[in-house]
């Protein structure tokens, strides 16, 4: 047993090459290059077909009319929302011009009682409202003048910049009508007629 061990020892020393080739753990080698590379060349030929039905640009790049023009957009349609609605900041302008008037006719501030409690409180309602169909017309006509030819611009941005702009259109057209009273008139007192 002792001899074996020593022949199996001067056998290593002698010729390390041989020994490691036979023993059963090594790795095995590697297949010949040219088969590996066929093989790289068919998916790397698969995935070229893929590729040529998507464009190259990245999954995550956003078109230039992406994120501003589409936030500019939804910005002009809700402007034209609330010049058609009104706001609270128009409901608060209103009710400070009728406490402005209340006050100035219980004072003895002279002037006409109608105009200080419904005419000021209705056009001031009707110039908030009509600032934001204005600010929507604007905001939405600059953005469908910019991106109109542009191919790479969303559809969905210039619909709603469309919107944006015909609803702040309505908007204005209904806010000068409530400012020179085209939709219904001021009230008037009654003429009081001489008793005798």
Same mark, same amino acid.
């Given at each position: 047993?002792?001899?074996e061990?020593?022949?199996?020892?001067?056998a290593?020393?002698?010729?390390?090459?041989?020994?490691?080739?036979?023993?059963p753990?090594?790795?095995?080698p590697?297949?010949?290059?040219?088969?590996?590379?066929?093989?790289?060349?068919?998916h790397?030929?698969?995935?070229?077909?893929?590729?040529?039905?998507?464009?190259?640009?990245?999954?995550?790049?956003?078109?230039?009319?992406?994120?501003?023009?589409?936030?500019?957009?939804?910005v002009?349609?809700?402007?034209?929302?609330?010049?058609?609605?009104? *706001?609270?900041?128009?409901?608060?302008?209103?009710?400070?011009?009728?406490?402005?008037?209340?006050?100035?006719?219980?004072?003895?501030?002279?002037?006409d009682q109608?105009?200080?409690?419904?005419?000021?409180?209705w056009?001031?309602?009707?110039?908030?409202?009509?600032?934001?169909?204005?600010?929507?017309?604007?905001?939405?006509?600059?953005?469908?003048?910019?991106?109109?030819?542009?191919a790479? *611009?969303?559809?969905?941005?210039?619909?709603?910049?469309?919107?944006?702009v015909?609803?702040?259109?309505?908007?204005?057209?209904?806010?000068?009508?409530?400012?020179?009273?085209?939709?219904?008139?001021?009230?008037?007192?009654?003429?009081?007629r001489? *008793?005798?």
């Amino acid at each position: 047993m002792a001899t074996e061990n020593s022949k199996i020892t001067e056998a290593a020393n002698s010729n390390p090459e041989s020994e490691r080739e036979e023993t059963p753990d090594r790795i095995p080698p590697r297949e010949p290059l040219d088969k590996a590379t066929g093989e790289e060349e068919e998916h790397t030929s698969a995935s070229d077909d893929a590729d040529d039905d998507f464009p190259d640009t990245p999954a995550d790049s956003a078109p230039a009319g992406g994120f501003a023009a589409g936030a500019a957009a939804v910005v002009s349609a809700g402007l034209g929302i609330c010049s058609l609605t009104g *706001t609270s900041l128009t409901d608060m302008l209103r009710s400070r011009k009728e406490l402005i008037g209340q006050i100035e006719a219980s004072t003895g501030g002279g002037g006409d009682q109608i105009n200080a409690f419904y005419s000021a409180p209705w056009h001031t309602a009707a110039l908030v409202n009509g600032f934001f169909a204005l600010a929507a017309l604007v905001i939405g006509g600059v953005l469908l003048a910019l991106h109109a030819q542009r191919a790479d *611009t969303r559809p969905w941005v210039k619909s709603v910049a469309l919107g944006g702009v015909i609803v702040g259109a309505i908007g204005l057209f209904i806010a000068g009508g409530m400012y020179l009273d085209l939709f219904a008139s001021t009230p008037e007192l009654p003429s009081s007629r001489p *008793t005798g």
